[in-house]
């Protein structure tokens, strides 16, 4: 699983597991002003996947503390990561990590032990473009499962639209990727919307995120029981 962890790598953990990704640098104001809105009107349960270092879910979780956080991720030093800020973070508020792999088609997630109560939110940050296309299939099937009605699936990430790459780079970063794993690459928002309605949640309200990427918000239609 190395392969997934090239960002981290460049910088040194610090001795207590903490990683810092400098996309998180980057991209958590601009990720938070496009999912604030809504966050901050809920309460309840927020489940991360793929959370990396932890930086997003910690970061977050000290912005709304009337919310749960949950963060997950596969890789074993991640999740130490993800530990390691919340522990140094102090947050009541930010549980600890648990291991989601997202290839699995009947992933869960629990709390305390049992599969927890419906989601207010699920958030999945730059994972969906270097992971094969069951972890799309797996994760909207999943925001189907887990949230409740009302609730949103955020993916942040870049993506085609109806065929077509949003920039010259998005294009060549696909290519890049493609090389690397040919089960990686850039998604289609058309293709990510069919499994959402197959999945009872709306297509993707869009927001456009510097450097070509998007926010996508898929909620999950009101359920009937
Ligand atoms: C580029 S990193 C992004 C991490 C974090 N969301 C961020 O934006 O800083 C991709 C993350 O997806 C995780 N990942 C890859 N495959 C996964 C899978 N099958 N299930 C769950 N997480 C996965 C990796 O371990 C890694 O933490």
Redesign the pocket.
Known sequence: ?AE??V??GKSAAMPDGRLN?P??QR?HEVIWAAIAPFLSAQNGDVL??????G??ATTFAARTPQLTWWP????PS?LTSIEAWRRHAGLANLRAPQR????DAAWSWSAAGQTGAPLAAML????LH??PWT?AQNLIAGAGRYLRGGGRLFV?GPFMRDGQHTAPSNAAFDQSLRAENPAWGVRDVADLNTLARNAGLTAAEITPMPANNLVLAFTRAVRQN
């Open positions: 699983m997934f962890v960002e981290f990704a996309a998180f991209n991360e996947l793929g959370s990396g270092t930086q997003h997950s991720d596969i890789y991640h989601i792999d997202l290839t999945c940050i730059n994972v270097i992971s972890v942040y």
